[in-house]
């Protein structure tokens, strides 16, 4: 059974940083691209960071240089590093592939405050 569970989202002022994880069980995840999405309220769920069984990384252009995307193949974890972050940054984050086909978590919550 496919399981995703994030975690690691707070509260932080503007500026600061935060690691979010996210545990997956029920895939062959060495082998999966995985993904961080985020949703805030009233807008639809995005596309922030992928990485594919290798390591290989892509951001949106929101996120490039601040946010950092890395996993534990021995762990079956995947990781997202935010730094410098910023109030538009405050939403549900989740994980998922890159194509967000399996059945989503609930997700860690972000808020960054100005």
């Known amino acids: 059974q496919v399981h995703l569970v994030e975690s690691g989202g707070g509260l932080v002022q503007a500026g600061g940083s935060l690691r979010l994880s996210c545990a997956a069980s029920?895939?062959?995840?060495?082998?999966?691209?995985m993904a961080w999405y985020r949703q805030s309220p009233g807008k639809q769920r995005e596309l922030v960071a992928i990485?594919?069984?290798?390591?290989?990384?892509n951001y949106a252009d929101s996120v490039q240089g601040r946010f950092t995307i890395s996993r534990d193949n021995t762990k079956n974890t995947v990781y997202l590093q935010m730094n410098s972050l910023k109030p538009e940054d405050t939403a549900v984050y989740y994980c998922?592939?890159?194509?967000?086909?399996?059945?989503w978590g609930q997700g860690t919550q972000v808020t960054v405050t100005s």
């Open positions: 029920g895939i062959l995840f060495r082998f999966t691209q």
């Open positions: 998922n592939t890159n194509t967000g086909r399996l059945l």
């Open positions: 990485i594919t069984g290798g390591g290989s990384t």
